[in-house]
């Protein structure tokens, strides 16, 4: 079977699991936005992923502020159809609903 063949028959899916940048310290910013230097590493990071073909349809992340940007760095930089925050990837949130795809809900629908 051929290279291109064995692209098409491929099944199942990739889990990517990705840290935030850089973040401010509390005390500067309550938020924890990303720091100039961290937004720099997560753009090229996703550069990589990029340049070695990691193809993704939606990135999930926690609401947070700084995972929030480092989300929306990822999605942009490799074309994500979505990019939302979902319940359960908060850092103190029990690890396993959010491995069941149907456990991880948008924590808002709105804009």
Known sequence: MG???????KVGHSLYLVRHGEAAHKDTDPQRALTESGADH????????AQVGVVVKEIRHSGKLRAEQ????FGERLNAAETRAVSGLAPHDDVMPPLRPSACLPTSTSP
């Open 3 to 9: 290279r291109e063949a064995m692209e098409h028959t």
């Open 42 to 49: 997560v753009r090229r990071i996703a550069a990589w992923a």
């Open 70 to 73: 480092t989300a929306n760095i």
